[in-house]
């Protein structure tokens, strides 16, 4: 409510100085000023000024009687116009258009006023200045997400060196799909709570995460670190696996997840996961499963992995459309279009693909070459 | 509520400005005073809501009110009050609020101190701004509001763009929206003056001054900007022919132009056609450079955003402004009574010629600007215009203006004498080429252009003491009448002096700086000294330290010469990791007017680090002259006597030109 009274008083102020001067109508209005601005006025001032340059010695007499000569011959032309300007200031015809003016002022402005600010304020949200803000935060406040993650990179940005703090932020920027900064967060992880290959694949798996589900080399190198820190990391080995599929060596693919899952604990959540990747690049099936647990398993696991799948591939899309330089990228995206089944999809990628790379020679005749490999020709 | 009745204030502004740009144009065709003297009252009022909606967005910014959209996106709890405030016009929106609100000062300033102007010259030239006023509320309220809400307000806020977070934000942005902006007022006259279809001496009278305001903040802005980009970017550049900085200059260099233009007129009543040109051209470049920073169709630190509506948004008021004003002076221009006669060789003469080259320089900045943007929408082609383009056209331009600088103020009006002046210039020439020969014989290297390029800013120096001392009869008369007629003289005579003396300043600052620096670039370790300039520069360590919200290493330098310790320098490299960026921050040490700078690159995991040293003569002169010449300005601006150019009279037979 006291918005509105503001609101109203401002806008009275505003109608105000509009109405101020016609109310002063024409019985003020200043004689001498009018004829201090006129030009009559500054000639009469330069004439002056001329005769005390003079005085004070900083122009010679002949240079001052010329100027005089002039500004007089000035002075008399001006004097005779601006006397024909004066007879026509005749006040009673405008009386009329003063009412418009004040008319205008009184329901125009507020009009307007309304008109814009209403499709563009918020006259219900409240301030919410930090202080305030403080206060508030442990009652009614939202806490979401963010601000606790807010709340928890401001704690971290005075003690950068809180490893504990990094662990638990970097999963969370993870989910948010801050993938950049989960992929720093994993990195000051590893620099405060030293090497592990759970921290290493984590970090690789947020770095192709960011890179739109694309194992990248700087990736492949972080996965290949837990390797070594740990053969038998699952993560780890079913990344190298991805790795390897994108790369195209599907055997190796398939070697790579046969053995980490020979090795899994029959009770592994990712189990299927694997299962269906393998099942994927043409590896055999596991025997060790009953039926029907391999087909439930199937089952919730394909519809996981298809969502996945076809998320990373419209990734892929979107930045090969804002970046078409790709190759490997373009490549890439025809292939899982014939993964997938959809071969239209995968005519109309390469198409793009070429457009993309007209203009480059050599990129084209890569392009060209891969397509060949995928049996997409021409 | 302060988020709030500041967006209200700023709409009801817009509506002030509607009423100001339409009811005193009526009452100035019907001649009645009270219709005319609204447009005092509606600018004053605008002002008074422009500065209560700025007002609020400071507050909100202080208060990190992160409801607000434009404070979420730019500020940050932690960050010092200090960048808080700057912060506000640190971005797109908030430097838009601050241009309307300096336009508004400036109708508010005419409205206020106009007294003695012609009730209905007034009336125009308050409507005019109230055009330029409301397209420009209009564009705020559209494309670039500052107080959009958020509902749910986050919990902090995406700080400043970390270049940004230095005090030169405090000073360049409304330093240079003032010489922008107060172009707006010869603009507006310019225009008044068109409409009115009469030009008369009140109104040169009154643009000098308003013009001479916004040259000497335009002045003082563009150094200032350059003297940051020097310390903060981090490369010892202070000039790199950026098209933002192009944007800049172009209106200075108009600006100039029509400073002395205005000049003439209000002396002796010519050049009037070609002053109102000029006055239109220069707020036009103004208009021009706001587009091109604004619009995001150059990507560089300036652009904050770039908002394909906002570019088509400016565009349009581009065409609108430029291309009505320029048909308005093309169908009423040759309706204006012509002005006075003067010689070819004359100060008028010389002014025309100041005009020319100035106007020309303008041009040749306009090409290389636009061009490559021309280049690059129509051809699809990217190129850069940059310093070799302009080192060929624009420096021999400059500097047959600056040959020609001296001999301006000791022509008579009217009519001079060029054998006379360059008789009584002979010692400023021979100071010069004695420099020239000194210079020569004393440095090695560089090019061999570089001394006579500083005995050319030696003669525009002693161009500008001779002036005084033929002014002051010093030497010839006795010293008790020199002080008296020095005491005597215009304030104007000592800033016509001083402006040019610095222009001669800077050109000395300019060509040692780039002739003469040296440079030094490697990775150091602890320990390790670098020779430079004479200078030794060692590196005692690498620190860390927390900033309010950031991280900065800090690396110390001792400096010494000869053995002797001078002082110890300690440049940084500052994270922020809200925005997950980093700054340079360079350290500078003065000697005289030469600079040692160091600034910070990366460092490699051994601890060393990558540093560049420069050593920079004469360099804080390119500054010193920029300074030196708004000083100038404003002891003109204080001189509040009328101008008056007292004509030589005719000897011989007489053969005058025609004015335009």
């Known amino acids: 409510m006291t918005l509105w009274f503001v609101f109203a008083l401002m806008t009275v102020a505003a109608i105000f100085a509009v109405l101020w001067p016609l109310g002063r109508s024409g019985r003020t209005q200043d004689q001498g000023s009018q004829n201090q601005g006129s030009e009559v006025a500054v000639y009469k001032d330069q004439l002056a000024e001329i005769e005390r340059d003079l005085a004070a010695g900083l122009i010679a007499a002949p240079e001052a009687e010329a100027a005089r000569v002039e500004i007089s011959r000035r002075l008399l032309a001006a004097a005779g116009s601006e006397s024909s300007l004066e007879l026509k200031s005749d006040l009673a015809p405008s009386l009329k258009w003063r009412r418009a003016a004040a008319v205008l002022a009184l329901v125009g402005l507020p009009f307007v006023a309304i008109g814009v600010y209403m499709p563009l304020g918020s006259p219900r949200l409240q301030d919410f200045p930090l202080a305030q803000r403080d206060r508030g935060a442990g009652s009614g406040m939202a806490r979401s997400l963010e601000n606790l993650v807010v709340q928890v990179e401001q704690h971290l940005e005075k003690n950068p060196t809180d490893g504990r703090g990094w662990n638990v932020l970097a999963p969370v920027l993870q989910r948010l799909g801050r993938f950049d900064d989960a992929v720093r967060a994993y990195r000051n992880s590893l620099t405060y709570n030293g090497e592990s290959p759970e921290r290493r694949s984590d970090l690789g798996e947020a770095i192709s995460a960011a890179a739109g589900g694309v194992v990248t080399a700087e990736a492949k190198a972080e996965f290949e670190r837990a390797h070594a820190l740990d053969a038998d990391d699952p993560k780890a080995n079913y990344f190298l696996g991805l790795a390897a599929e994108q790369d195209g060596r599907k055997d190796d693919a398939a070697n790579i997840w046969r053995a980490l899952l020979a090795k899994a604990p029959a009770d592994a959540p990712w189990r299927p996961l694997v299962q269906s990747s393998l099942a994927r690049v043409g590896g055999g099936t596991m025997p060790a499963l009953s039926d029907e647990t391999i087909a439930a398993s199937k089952d919730m696991a394909e519809g996981d992995r298809n969502a996945m799948v076809r998320g990373m591939v419209e990734r892929l899309a979107t930045r090969l459309k804002q970046n078409g330089n790709d190759v490997e990228g373009w490549l890439r995206l025809v292939r899982a279009y014939l993964v997938m089944g959809d071969r239209d999809k995968a005519m109309g990628a390469s198409t793009d693909a070429r457009q993309a790379v007209a203009k480059d020679a050599e990129r084209l005749r890569q392009l060209n070459e891969g397509l060949k490999t995928l049996g997409l020709d021409g | ?660």
């Open chain 2, 1 to 660: 509520m302060i988020a709030e009745s500041g967006h209200y204030a700023l709409v009801l502004a817009l509506g002030l400005a509607l009423i100001q740009s339409i009811v005193p144009l009526i009452g100035a065709r019907l001649r009645d005073a009270a219709l005319m003297s609204v447009a005092r009252s509606t600018a004053l009022a605008q002002l008074l809501f422009v500065g209560a909606s700025f007002v609020a967005l400071v507050m909100l910014h202080v208060n990190s009110d992160f409801s607000v959209a434009n404070v979420y996106e730019n500020s940050h709890s932690m960050k010092p009050l200090i960048y808080k405030i700057t912060g506000v016009w640190g971005n797109h929106e908030g430097s838009m609020l601050l241009w309307v609100s300096i336009l508004a000062l400036f109708g508010g300033l005419v409205a206020a101190f106009g007294n003695n102007l012609p009730l209905s010259l007034r009336a125009h030239v308050l409507a005019v701004q109230a055009w330029i006023a409301s397209a420009f509320y209009l564009f705020i309220l559209v494309t670039s509001n500052p107080f959009l809400r958020i509902v749910n307000p986050p919990i902090e806020g995406r700080d400043l763009n970390p270049v940004l977070q230095d005090i030169g934000l405090a000073v360049h942005p409304p330093m240079l929206y003032l010489g922008y902006v107060g172009f707006s007022i010869s603009f507006s006259f310019a225009i008044a003056a068109l409409m009115e279809g009469r030009i008369d001496a009140a109104w040169a009278r009154w643009v000098r001054p308003w013009t001479l305001v916004a040259w000497i903040f335009l002045t003082l802005g563009i150094a200032m900007g350059s003297y940051w980009a020097y310390y903060e970017l981090g490369w010892g550049g202070w000039w790199f022919w950026d098209p933002v900085e192009n944007a800049s200059l172009m209106p200075w260099l108009a600006g100039t132009a029509l400073l002395h233009s205005a000049l003439v007129m209000e002396k002796r009543n010519a050049l009037k056609v070609w002053t109102i040109l000029l006055s239109i051209l220069t707020f036009s470049l103004s208009l021009l450079g706001t587009f091109l920073v604004r619009s995001g169709v150059i990507t560089s630190v300036h652009a904050f955003a770039t908002d394909p509506t906002r570019g088509v948004f400016i565009l349009l008021i581009l065409c609108l402004f430029i291309g009505g004003s320029l048909s308005l002076f093309a169908g009423r221009a040759t309706s204006l009574k012509q002005g006075g006669l003067f010689a070819p060789i004359s100060r008028e003469g010389a002014l025309v010629l100041n005009n020319l080259l100035l106007t020309v320089a303008c041009a040749v900045v306009l090409f290389g600007t636009l061009y490559p943007l021309a280049m690059e929408m129509l051809a699809d082609f990217k190129m850069s215009v940059g310093a070799p383009f302009y080192n060929l056209t624009f420096a021999p331009l400059f500097a047959l203006l600056l040959l020609a600088v001296p001999f301006g103020p000791m022509l008579a009006w009217k009519r001079g004498d060029l054998l006379g002046v360059t008789q009584r210039l002979l010692a400023a020439g021979v100071a010069s080429l004695v420099t020239v020969a000194i210079v020569w014989g004393w440095v090695r290297g560089g090019s061999a252009l570089a001394p006579l390029a500083i005995g050319l800013g030696v003669f525009v120096i002693a161009g500008a003491v001779t002036d005084l001392v033929e002014r002051t009869g010093l030497v010839r008369l006795p010293f008790a009448t020199v002080l008296h007629r020095a005491r005597g003289l215009p304030r104007s005579a000592w800033g016509t002096a001083f402006a040019h003396a610095g222009l001669g300043v800077a050109l000395i600052g300019i060509v040692c700086e780039t002739t003469w620096n040296s440079e030094y670039i490697a990775t150091m370790k602890q320990n390790e000294v670098a020779h430079i300039a004479g200078y030794d520069v060692k590196l005692d360590g690498l620190f860390q330290r927390q900033g309010p919200n950031y991280r900065e290493m800090i690396a110390e330098f001792n400096v010494s010469r000869d053995g002797a310790m001078l002082s110890v320098m300690t440049p940084s490299k500052r994270s922020f990791t809200t925005r997950g960026s980093s700054t340079t921050e360079a350290a500078l040490l003065t000697r005289g007017a030469s600079q040692l700078y160091i600034s910070l690159g990366d460092a490699t995991a051994e601890g060393a680090i990558a540093v560049r040293i420069y050593h920079k003569p004469l360099v804080l002169l390119i500054w010193w002259g920029p300074v030196l010449m708004a000083f100038g300005g404003v002891l003109s601006l204080s001189d509040r006597r009328l101008r008056v150019g007292a004509p030589k009279p005719a000897r011989a037979k007489p053969r005058l030109q025609p004015a335009e």
